[in-house]
């Protein structure tokens, strides 16, 4: 399962790089070493190779502004509250990058350029991601040593593993951005369906935080036990995805495996999600509008699945703080069947 490497661009002393994984069924992964980025993930068809996730129309076009479109954002992904992280009587203020709140880190993992090396045998491929966070970096403590890798199989499995160590007290709370779509590049996810292995959800205030803890999912557009039509939730008038004007939930998992399972309305082509976070933040690309950047692209053309620690209501950040010295190693699977 050879690798193939190719710059397509210098900039500012680095080399920004595509990187091709490929398995013996001609299933081809494209990553980048700008945010560690899963640039698109291509599966063999009649017609040719058909791309199953939402991607801008070059690899070039990732740095010219930010998307999120497959990248490793971090340190924290989602919003804290105010940009306060609050640990004992110490309060750290993070920029305040959206309206009064601090979102994705701040410029974020998913905009540096990170170093790479690559392995293979004859059963996968993979890529791994290094990048140094500096102590102060988006007002984030500690010099962060961040490790990202990709491995396609020959099962058609993409596994993705994050790892992390500081020397500082520091949050860190990363995820993978990609979009899914399956149906191809002209469609949207209002007739995928979507099965989640989550009894409890967290319903979202006027800044799309968190509120009023958990909820249960019974009786609700947000119970996903078992398949339904995502397009039937984004259309179901419910107050919490009016506000939103599509879903943006984080939903708790109850640690069954698989964690989500999403698929075309024939299944046959399905992605099967299995993650050792405990939670899933469920966005349908509810902003895209097919300008700037992202003009290719436009509102539900795709459904992102972030594997997360669920993001809280306010400044007590325990559940996402990493001491020094402490080890963090989280990790998602995507099967891919078609």
């Known amino acids: 399962?050879?690798?193939k490497v190719a710059r397509y661009q210098r900039k500012g002393q680095h080399d920004y790089c595509e990187i091709t994984m490929v398995n013996r069924h001609g299933?081809?992964?494209k990553l980048l070493n700008y945010g560690a980025t899963l640039e698109k993930v291509l599966i063999p068809t009649a017609r040719g190779l058909e791309n199953v996730i939402m991607s801008l129309e070059?690899?070039?076009?990732?740095?010219k502004a930010r998307n999120f479109l497959g990248g490793t954002v971090g340190r924290v992904v989602g919003r804290i509250r105010h940009g306060q992280w609050?640990?004992?009587n110490h309060i750290v203020q993070l920029p305040l990058n959206d309206g009064q709140n601090h979102i994705h880190g701040g410029t974020g993992t998913d905009t540096q350029i990170f170093e790479f090396s690559t392995q293979y045998d004859e059963h996968q491929s993979t890529a791994t991601f290094i990048l140094f966070d500096a102590d102060g970096n988006n007002g984030y403590p500690g010099n962060l040593k961040l490790q990202v890798s990709y491995t396609l199989d020959d099962d058609n499995q993409l596994t993705y593993r994050i790892r992390a160590i500081s020397d500082k007290m520091t949050i860190?709370?990363?995820t993978n951005h990609v979009y899914f779509r399956l149906n191809g590049p002209q469609s949207d996810v209002l007739g995928l369906n979507l099965q989640l292995n989550s009894d409890t959800y967290l319903p979202l205030d006027a800044d799309s935080l968190p509120y009023q803890g958990r909820r249960s999912v019974e009786g609700t557009v947000f119970d996903f036990r078992r398949a339904k039509s995502v397009g039937a939730v984004i259309n179901s008038h419910d107050s919490q995805i009016d506000a939103e004007r599509g879903l943006n939930h984080p939903f708790l998992l109850r640690g069954d495996s698989p964690a989500?399972?999403?698929s075309s309305p024939d299944k046959k082509r399905t992605v099967v999600m299995t993650t050792k976070s405990p939670a899933i933040v469920v966005y349908t690309g509810n902003h895209f509008d097919h300008t700037g950047i992202a003009k290719n692209l436009g509102q539900y053309n795709g459904i992102t699945l972030e594997a997360q620690m669920p993001p809280a209501a306010g400044s007590d950040l325990t559940a996402i703080t990493l001491l020094p010295?402490?080890?963090f190693d989280?990790?998602?699977?995507?099967?891919f069947t078609y």
């Not at 989280?330 to 099967?335: A, D, L, Y």
């Open 330 to 335: 989280t990790w998602t699977k995507w099967q």
């Open 260 to 262: 989500a399972v999403l």
């Open 172 to 174: 860190f709370n990363p």
């Open 58 to 63: 070059s690899p070039e076009d990732y740095s």
């Open 27 to 29: 299933m081809q992964v």
């Open 325 to 327: 010295g402490e080890q």
């Open 1 to 3: 399962m050879p690798i």
């Open 86 to 88: 609050q640990h004992g």
